[in-house]
């Protein structure tokens, strides 16, 4: 008997709110749900990391809204630094080779993503060194939202894993294998070298250079060189012009005293090619090839400054890091310089060569790069490479 | 010469600083605020909201007693209220975590059967949803909220015969218009679409009692109906008498935008959704307003550049619950008719709403693989669907 009244009551209440959830269907417009952002990065001297939290989830898990007034100033996040901090460390336990780190956060930033504001906790890992298996429990925002997932990135070796934490899958494991102590100055030399011969960009761009590099341009005509020498010293001012400017961005760019956003450096890398292609065709800067080198080798230096981030700057043997690369990047470029040119210098009498490869070869060069450039300005994706 | 020479070079690389430069500013990099005052986030409209007020105390007093049942439930019916209201599945999620200790038990206390079968529901996961559903009705059988679940998630499914069979109990639980507009909501789509009409109608000029929300509902069905029928002026002012009740419905202004936009009305839509940027649907439809105009707004770029990340951001946690959205973003927006097709038939697989026929059909049409369309236009057929803008499809897909 008590039991029917009780179902009444519970279906007289649930009524009030039928229509409510009869059109609450999978129709609703979602926003996007829960995530977090957990990027971490093992290099031969340990683990560092970025987590990126939800505002929103933050506020309904530690509160951040300090003055309750609907919204969450930078003043507000910062009075909870304490909090948020201590909230993500018990959120997040990591264990090296069975050794418990901590998470030691060195600053908390903001970043905003498609779907609201996060707060960006940068950290090292202490407690051990780089591990050979990584033990990793998470449990941020389950108790609040069984939907919330974490999403994580782990760097190392050049390598990329993805993984995805949720309540039933809190762990994940990762084996990195026996980390070879390797030196950083032939490991960074080696990336550099590869940098140049896998960005087709950098390799456009000094083709571009070199086309006209073993021809002398006369009354509106090209006309090959005289002697191999010539051909040597030109090519040899625009491959040191080159290498000049680039290692000057390069060198700043990676000790923090310049920072541009990569994609207006790859977009103005683009042009650079373009330019450079076009003026084999039309001549705007007469016969200062090596002058174009180096106004936009400054550019090409913001490139590998990113490059060289990327692969991950190993604190405290940056010199030796950023020498490595930068000779790395010399040793790929003269390695091209020494193919092109024998080459380029036995067909350079031909008409052939003057007329077909620089113009063609130019005008080829300015399709792709104009190509990137659209490609990097509006981000999307057309070549392959 | 020299110096000349370098001048031009310098000017050559200012020259192209302004061209490159608007699209960085989409880049997402941490940065650290200089003012201590910056807004970051804004977690409601106005100050002090009751609902969000209500849904804290009850958390509160949750956290306190995290076992205690009608506590829990209360704050998850809350919760899932918000969620529709905001267009947020944060609230479901939130909702879930109260239910946490009964989520997992195959036959909880009735009131938690039914929550969970919303939840799952609202998460697109509708073959866990009818299960708990049947349960439900098997345990109480005079539930209408259980009945109407039940007839929502069919009539998603397609499954008309069964939605309407789930429909009838309702006569006896609901109050008149809550019963009607449910039945309607399926008969509309089943071959008596202008019998429908006329009865909802009826119902709505006549004086029994309902809630601005069950008004709403009642116009938003039949406004679709109507639009479906090619009765465009009708279904307008049906969809305007039901925003002129006031109350925040988000699925209530896609219905309309979507609308707007079938009849080239790009510039009205982007009035309507221009605050809407929050939920993943009204900003769609934004985007497609903005792409339409015939002077493009700047925000448009922006606007397709957060939903691509957000869709990225879903791939990445594993969900499929936008597949219908996301395949109209790629064929409407990105012009990636074969992508949009394999969306379009994914989720064909699961759902069959008129929205679900229709993307199918669109990217079929445009991706030249006619093969494709067939289900749609078996369903069509099987269950004499009738809708205008279909129909054009069909005869696109089926020239003779």
């Not at chain 2, 009751?50 to 998850?76: D, K, Q, S």
């Not at chain 2, 419905?249 to 982007?270: F, I, M, S, T, V």
Request: aromatic share 8%; proline share 4%.
């Amino acid at each position: 008997m008590k039991g029917i009244s009780m179902i009444k009551r519970l279906s007289r209440f649930f009524l009030l709110f039928a229509a409510f959830l009869v059109f609450a269907t999978q129709k609703a417009h979602a926003h996007p749900q829960s995530s977090a952002y957990l990027t971490l990065h093992a290099s031969t001297t340990g683990l560092t990391g970025e987590w990126h939290l939800a505002l929103r989830d933050l506020e309904d898990a530690i509160g951040l809204d300090v003055n309750d007034d609907g919204s969450i100033t930078w003043a507000e996040l910062l009075s909870r630094k304490e909090a948020v901090c201590a909230y993500a460390q018990s959120r997040l336990h990591l264990l090296g080779d069975g050794q418990m780190g901590s998470l030691r956060v060195k600053e908390l930033l903001v970043d905003n993503l498609s779907d609201g504001a996060y707060a960006v906790l940068r950290f090292e890992v202490d407690g051990f060194q780089r591990p050979r298996r990584l033990e990793m429990n998470y449990n941020a925002f389950f108790d609040i939202d069984p939907k919330h997932r974490g999403l994580l990135r782990l760097d190392h070796d050049g390598q990329i894993q993805l993984g995805v934490f949720s309540p039933t899958q809190p762990s994940q494991s990762f084996e990195f294998g026996v980390a070879t102590p390797h030196n950083p100055f032939f490991t960074f030399l080696k990336e550099g070298v590869w940098h140049i011969w896998s960005g087709y960009d950098h390799i456009l761009f000094l083709l571009a250079l070199l086309l006209p590099g073993v021809l002398l341009r006369r009354d509106a005509t090209w006309q090959p060189v005289a002697d191999m020498r010539t051909a040597f010293v030109k090519v040899l001012k625009v491959v040191t012009a080159f290498t000049v400017a680039h290692s000057i961005t390069l060198s700043l760019a990676v000790l923090g005293f310049v920072h541009l956003p990569s994609r207006l450096v790859e977009s103005a890398i683009a042009a650079s090619v373009v330019v450079a292609a076009f003026n084999n065709l039309v001549p705007i800067f007469g016969e200062g090839g090596w002058m174009v080198a180096f106004g936009f080798g400054l550019l090409h230096g913001f490139g590998f400054a990113n490059a060289l981030r990327d692969l991950g700057l190993q604190h405290g043997q940056l010199a030796v890091t950023l020498f490595g690369f930068n000779l790395g990047v010399e040793a790929g470029q003269l390695a091209i310089v020494a193919v092109f040119l024998p080459l380029a210098l036995s067909v350079r009498s031909l008409l052939f060569y003057q007329r077909f490869i620089l113009r063609f070869g130019s005008a080829a060069i300015m399709v792709v790069a104009s190509t990137w450039l659209a490609e990097r300005v509006l981000d999307f994706k057309l070549l392959p490479f | 010469m020299t110096l000349c020479a370098f001048r031009k070079i310098v000017v050559k690389i200012t020259f192209l600083l302004p061209v490159v430069f608007p699209a960085t500013l989409l880049q997402a990099e941490p940065y650290l605020p200089k003012d201590g005052g910056q807004v970051l986030e804004t977690l409601r409209s106005t100050a002090f909201d009751p609902v969000e007020h209500e849904i804290r105390a009850l958390r509160a007093r949750l956290t306190a007693e995290p076992g205690n049942l009608t506590l829990a439930c209360e704050f998850a019916r809350r919760c899932i209220e918000r969620s529709r209201s905001q267009a947020d599945p944060r609230y479901l999620g939130r909702a879930q975590a109260a239910l946490v200790p009964w989520w997992d038990i195959p036959a909880p206390p009735i009131e938690v059967l039914v929550l969970r079968a919303t939840i799952k529901q609202s998460q697109h996961d509708f073959t866990n949803a009818l299960a708990d559903l049947s349960l439900a009705v098997r345990l109480a059988p005079r539930n209408a909220q259980v009945w109407l679940t039940r007839a929502t998630i069919l009539t998603v499914l397609g499954d008309y015969a069964e939605a309407r069979k789930a429909c009838l109990p309702l006569a006896q639980l609901a109050p008149g218009p809550i019963a009607l507009t449910a039945v309607a909501s399926v008969t509309s789509l089943n071959g008596e679409a202008e019998g429908s009409c006329a009865l909802l109608q009826r119902s709505l000029e006549g004086n029994t009692p309902a809630s601005p929300d069950e008004k709403i509902w009642s116009l938003t069905v039949l406004a679709e109906a109507l639009e479906r029928l090619g009765r465009v002026s009708e279904a307008e002012a049906d969809f305007k008498k039901a925003l002129a009740l006031g109350q925040r419905d988000p699925y209530l202004l896609g219905a309309y935008a979507d609308l707007l936009l079938d009849q080239g009305r790009a510039q009205e839509a982007a009035e309507l959704l221009k605050n809407e940027s929050r939920a993943d649907g009204l900003l769609l439809r934004l985007a497609f307003a903005e792409s339409a105009m015939s002077l493009r707004p700047v925000s448009c770029d922006a606007h397709i550049a957060i939903l691509k990340a957000r869709y990225e951001a879903g791939h990445l946690r594993g969900d499929f619950v936008h597949q219908r959205e996301e395949a109209r973003f790629d064929l409407h927006l990105l012009g990636q008719s074969s992508q949009a097709l394999r969306l379009a038939e994914t989720n064909w697989q699961v759902q069959h709403e008129p929205a679900d026929l229709r993307i199918l059909m669109e990217s079929a049409l445009a991706a030249g693989d006619r093969a494709a369309a067939q289900p749609a236009l078996d369903f069509i057929r099987k269950n004499r669907l009738e809708d205008v803008e279909l129909a054009k499809l069909a005869r696109q897909l089926n020239p003779k």
